[in-house]
């Protein structure tokens, strides 16, 4: 693997799996071979007699190389709740999640591995997202939904990465909010607040087009 990076939200629905699958078509798009990894993810159905989640299936689709469900989406919970609750019974265990994640390095050029939730989210009852991040050494991307209260969730979220000493390579805008006022403003603020580079501005899409969305994004 020449690179990978973890992605993060400031919030649920903050637009993670669209930033990430538009980032897969970026590097696909550069010639790079790409992999995705959604290590845990709570709303799941059955499909083939197997618990899957409709984001890391895209994932799965969007992938360089053909990956067993498994490999890209280790911990699968029925129910649509914090990661800790689903899966009070089958717990993330972070040795299996890190053990998948080498697994996915030797077959791409970069790995792309979406958290659960927000930054702090709890994936069993002692560890986060953040511990998630830390035990895969990846620098960090943050993903913030612009809408009301976006501000105040990217300074908190950034700050919290980087008390923990985790490298952050940039975020992404992510407009979920059609309705948004001042969503250029917010932006700028927000922009000036980090001390990171803005990755790209992702428009608000009814439906997502992840060609159109990689277009809006430079790393």
Not at 144 to 170: D, E, F, M, R, S
């Amino acid at each position: 693997m020449q690179q990978g990076y973890f992605i993060t939200g400031t919030d649920t629905d903050a637009g993670k799996t669209w930033a990430t699958l538009a980032l897969m078509r970026y590097f696909r798009n550069q010639g790079k071979s790409v992999v995705g990894m959604k290590p845990v993810a709570s709303g799941c159905v059955i499909q083939d007699g197997q618990l899957k989640n409709a984001d890391a299936l895209l994932m799965q689709q969007n992938a360089s190389v053909e990956l067993d469900y498994a490999l890209v989406n280790p911990y699968a919970y029925d129910l649509p709740v914090s990661p800790h609750i689903a899966g009070i019974n089958n717990p993330v265990v972070l040795d299996e999640v890190v053990s998948r994640f080498n697994q996915l390095k030797e077959l791409a050029d970069i790995v792309l591995v979406e958290g659960a939730g927000g930054w702090y989210a709890p994936i069993n009852d002692q560890e986060s997202i953040a511990d998630l991040a830390q035990a895969l050494t990846l620098p960090v991307i943050i993903v913030v939904g612009i809408k009301l209260g976006c501000i105040n969730h990217a300074k908190l979220t950034y700050q919290a990465i980087q008390h923990l000493g985790i490298p952050c390579a940039g975020w992404i805008a992510s407009c979920v909010d059609v309705d948004m006022l001042k969503r250029d403003e917010n932006i700028e603020t927000i922009a000036a607040a980090l001390n990171v580079p803005l990755l790209g501005v992702l428009p608000y899409q009814e439906q997502a087009d992840f060609d159109v969305l990689a277009e809006q994004l430079k790393l």
